[in-house]
Every structure is written in structure tokens, then in C-alpha cells.
């Protein structure tokens, strides 16, 4: 099951569907393109505070695009325009389609997969589907975009099929367009569930052709502003003015506590406007916004049920550790050892109930690679014949370090370049033998480089991985050599100090204190954020260049 991440523009009145109080102050939003190119502030000033369902379709913002209503209490319109409709190129494809309204009902927006109609990760998408998609059209001109009309329909549905409503969680953040802190590249407004996903729209035409699909589904979620099923961090109340300059300065130190900030290695999937979310980012977000609810909790300056709200999240958590499972590496694993659909399988095998969820998937998967077990669809086979002879002949030890890295949320290309020990040396800052990471795999934080558009290994995966939910750990307990005992083990504090003070070389730091730390979702310490590091701990910064 994937869940949702939503970007938003940022809105001075947390969202609700109106025009912002004061339009001229909210410069936050004009860090989106189509929100910078579009605002008008006089004629916003004009409306300021009014409900969109109030207004002409003239007078909507820039930000009805940008999701900045998805509070919306009441029904709005939202016409949509397709951008070849006009160009004089695509007349004979797009020329018939005309603007099209869109009842848009209370607490939902529009979700879009930006990312997945990009013709340039076409090629990545069709590798990890079993299921061939339509092939696309040369567009007209030159274009970034999925052209035809039968992949972008097949791209959509797999998308939204993909999401799972009542069950799939909606995670809302902002780009860098926010008044917390300039630091901060992607932050976290408010969680809740997905109720419900819209069907497909198509344009409305003048029904000589045949239409074409919107991209934008409109999507429904649980957050209310006094509910406890999901919830909105509560940023606005700790930037409203008391009128007490002392008491606001101390709100604004505050506010930074509370700022909920995705894990670095998770920034993809908090990018192109719409995209999934695997229930590993799901659960480390979740942690993070459990951390900072409890601190809202005790600073005590923003109203609401937060003892409910936590206690939700604690439901989430609980509920999000059994669908991660214990290896929710399984199908990178089966790519790295050369196993084309090995993403595919992994997820067919527990949708198909040929393994839980919270289950160890490996005494199946070799079963199949031995060829004692048939593959859930015969469109596995091929790709599992292909790995048989390689599975055969690796040894044991190798064999180990597959099966533990399956049980970190690595990404395909991961998976690949640490079982790979070519490119694992390659993209190491210390050559790491198969022996090492199998007695700790805390070194993979420690010396892992990343690669270009794929992020290195945090701690955080390492750590979800070695020191589950107490009943995944005990279901499926790691291998001896590896395993992680308690929050204190010297491998496990080694990394985390190691990957805090590359950290912050990275952000210019020379000199990292103590002071500057933090607890975490394990109750150990944790190095802060920069971004919510006090000004007064003992760091000392300087130009990189200077370090």
C-alpha cells in the first residue's frame, strides 16, 4: 500500500479556501512559478479574506492550482483549461477541448502525479511495472510531458490505484515558500487519511474527437480544524501576534521546535507536487510529527485535542510498522541480485496473501529461485529463471548480506550499489567488505556517498530496519551478527555521531556541539536539525570553503 504526499502553497489562514488575509504579506507562496507569474496583489487585496466559493472565476488566485484550499469548508469551482488547447501545433489533437468545471466539495483538493508523466522516467516506470503500458506519442513540439492519451490514462490509473482510501495516509508540506525558516526545504503542514480518490475527468470537447484526461484527481482527506482524525501542525498560532514583543520572539523559538521536517534520503518522495510515499517514509514522518505534537503539548500555546491527536499517531505508527514489515527492502534486494520485476514480485507475493506483511518473505523467495515454487503470475517467471543460476552459485555470506539488506527501505538503485561491491567502493567514502556490513550495519550510514539523484543511506533506515516494532522484531529477529540490541549500542551511537558531524560539514559547520542535540523517535540522542538548533548553543559556523 503506498500512501500520499501533497504539496501546498503556504496560506496565512492555515488553508481554509479563502483569499489570504493579507495577500501583499504572504511573499512565501511566490516561490512557486505558477503562483510568481500569475498573483495579482491588487486585485487580491481587493478580496482579501473572501471565500473562493464566493468569488468569479476571474478572481480565483494562482493558488487554486497550487493546492492552498485543501481546507476548504465549503464547494468550490475550479475550471480547468488544458495548456495545448490553444497551440496552434496541437490543434488536431487538443483544438476540441474547451474549460472545464470542476466542483471541487469541502476538505479535498487536487492531487497530480507530476512525476510520473515526465517522459523522461518513462523507461524507469515500464521497468518496474509487470504490465506493459500503452506506448506514447511523439508530441507536436518539444515537450517534457507524456503525450498521448492512452499512457497518460494508463499512468494515472496505476498511480491512483495504487492508494488504498480509509487505509492510505495524505501528508500535506510546503517547499521552501514558508515563515519558519529558510533552512528548511520541505515542511510538513498536516497529516491525515485519504477518504476517497475521484474518478478519472477528461475535458469536456465539442465531441468531434475523442477527449482527453485531466491529470488532477480530486482527493478527500480526514483533517478538520477540531478533529483528531489527522490534524494541522499548528504553525499559525505560534506566528499569530500577542502584542507582547517578548512573548512573540519566544513563540517564533518555539515554532522551530515544533517544525516538522521529512528525513533528508526522503525529500523525493516531497517533491513533484504529487507522489507516493512507501510506508517507510510514511513512519518516519510519522515519528517526527509524533515528536513535535508532543512538544506542542508542552509549550501549551495552541488549543485542540493534542492528547487525542497523539494518540492517533500512535494508531498510525502502530498500524504503519505491520504494513512496513520487516523487510520492506525485499523487491530492491531481488533487483540488486539481477531480477528485472524484483519490486513487482515483492509486492505481488504479499498481495496475493503468498506472504504477510509482517512476515519473513525469504524461506518463499528461495523456494522460487530453487524452482520448488511457481512465481504468483507467469509474468515472473522469465525474470526469476534469469537469477536462478546467480542465486545458486553466490555464497552464503553473500546470500546473508542480500537477505539483511532487504531489511532497509533502500531504492532499487541502493540496493544496487551496495551489493555491488564495485560500485559500493565506488560510491564509499571507506571500502566496506560484505563481513563489515553484516557485523555493522550502522557503516553503511557511516560511509555511504550517494549518487547523482539518489540519496545516500541514512541513519534513520539502518535504524528502522535493526530496532523495529517489538513484535516485527520478535516475528523475524535479525541474525545474530547484526543485531542491535539496545538504543546504546556502540555501533548504533558510532553512526549516528559519524553521519551528524557529515552532516554538518555538508552545511558548513566546523565546530558541532553537544548542545545542539535532540531526542529522537528511540528515546536516544539525536544531533538537531540546523534548522532548530538554538542561536545560543556553542556551534560555530563558517563558509564551507573556509572549513
Not at 295 to 312: C, N, P, T
Not at 383 to 401: G, P
Not at 491 to 511: F, P, T
Request: hydrophobic share 40%; net charge neutral.
Amino acid at each position: 500500500m503506498q500512501h500520499l504526499t501533497q504539496r501546498v502553497a503556504w496560506h496565512d489562514h492555515a488553508w481554509d479556501g479563502t483569499i489570504c488575509r493579507h495577500p501583499v504579506s504572504n511573499a512565501f507562496c511566490l516561490a512557486l512559478d505558477r503562483i510568481r507569474e500569475g498573483r495579482d496583489d491588487m486585485r487580491e487585496e481587493a478580496v482579501a479574506g473572501r471565500h473562493w466559493a464566493d468569488l468569479k472565476e476571474s478572481d480565483l488566485p494562482p493558488c487554486q492550482h497550487e493546492a492552498a484550499g485543501f481546507m476548504n469548508d465549503r464547494v468550490w469551482t475550479r475550471v480547468l483549461k488544458h495548456p495545448y488547447q490553444e497551440v496552434s501545433k496541437a490543434r488536431d489533437t487538443h483544438g476540441h477541448l474547451k474549460p472545464t468545471p470542476v466542483k471541487v466539495p469541502p476538505y479535498a483538493t487536487f492531487a497530480v502525479p507530476f512525476a510520473w508523466m515526465n517522459r523522461r522516467d518513462q523507461r524507469e516506470i515500464d521497468e518496474r511495472l509487470p504490465d506493459r503500458l500503452p506506448e506514447d506519442q511523439e508530441p507536436p513540439f518539444p515537450s517534457p510531458w507524456v503525450f498521448g492519451r492512452a499512457r497518460q490514462e494508463a499512468l494515472s490509473k496505476t498511480f491512483f490505484d495504487s492508494l488504498s482510501p480509509t487505509q492510505s495516509l495524505i501528508f500535506f508540506y510546503t517547499k521552501e515558500g514558508q515563515p519558519i525558516s529558510d533552512s528548511i526545504n520541505r515542511l510538513v503542514v498536516g497529516v491525515g487519511r485519504l477518504t476517497k480518490v475521484g474518478a478519472m475527468l477528461n475535458y469536456d470537447s465539442d465531441g468531434t474527437k475523442a477527449p482527453y484526461p485531466v491529470w488532477d484527481r480530486v482527493v478527500h482527506h480526514s483533517i478538520r480544524p477540531n478533529g483528531v482524525d489527522g490534524f494541522l501542525l499548528p504553525y499559525h498560532d505560534y506566528l499569530a501576534p500577542t502584542g507582547d514583543p517578548e512573548e512573540d520572539a519566544r513563540r517564533l523559538a518555539l515554532l522551530r521546535e515544533i517544525a516538522v521536517v521529512p528525513e533528508p534520503g526522503h525529500t523525493r518522495r516531497f517533491s513533484y507536487f504529487s507522489e507516493h510515499a512507501s510506508a517507510d517514509v510514511a513512519l518516519s514522518t510519522l515519528v517526527r510529527c509524533l515528536d513535535s505534537v508532543r512538544r506542542i503539548r508542552r509549550h501549551g500555546i495552541a488549543d485542540g485535542a493534542w492528547d487525542l491527536r497523539e494518540v492517533w499517531l500512535n494508531e498510525q505508527i502502530a498500524r504503519t510498522w505491520v504494513d512496513r514489515g520487516a523487510f520492506p527492502g525485499l523487491g530492491s534486494a531481488l533487483e540488486a541480485l539481477g531480477m528485472r520485476l524484483g519490486t513487482a514480485l515483492a509486492l505481488e507475493l504479499i498481495a496475493g496473501g503468498h506472504v504477510a506483511s509482517d512476515a519473513d518473505p525469504w524461506p518463499v523467495v528461495a523456494a522460487l529461485l530453487r524452482g520448488e515454487l511457481q512465481p504468483p503470475q507467469r509474468v515472473y517467471a522469465a525474470d526469476v529463471h534469469a537469477v536462478t543460476a546467480t542465486w545458486a552459485r553466490i555464497t552464503e555470506e553473500r546470500r546473508a548480506l542480500l537477505e539483511l539488506l532487504s531489511r532497509f527501505a533502500l531504492t532499487p538503485e541502493q540496493a544496487r550499489r551496495l551489493f555491488d561491491p564495485t560500485k559500493r567502493a565506488a560510491a564509499s567514502i571507506d571500502q566496506l567488505t560484505d563481513r563489515e556490513i553484516l557485523e555493522n550495519p550502522y557503516r553503511i550510514a557511516e560511509c555511504d556517498l550517494g549518487a547523482l539523484g539518489n540519496a545516500a543511506v541514512s541513519v534513520g533506515v539502518i535504524d528502522r530496519g535493526l530496532l523495529p516494532e517489538p513484535a516485527i522484531a520478535v516475528k523475524c529477529p535479525t541474525p545474530q551478527a547484526s543485531r542491535v540490541e539496545t538504543n546504546h549500542d556502540r555501533r548504533r551511537v558510532r553512526g549516528a555521531v559519524v553521519s551528524a558531524l557529515r552532516r554538518a560539514a555538508e552545511e558548513g559547520d566546523s565546530l558541532l556541539s553537544a548542545v545542539g542535540y535532540s531526542h529522537g523517535s528511540n528515546g536516544s540522542t539525536w544531533p538537531a536539525p540546523a534548522s532548530s538548533r538554538s542561536t545560543g548553543s556553542q556551534v560555530t559556523r563558517t563558509s564551507s570553503t573556509g572549513s
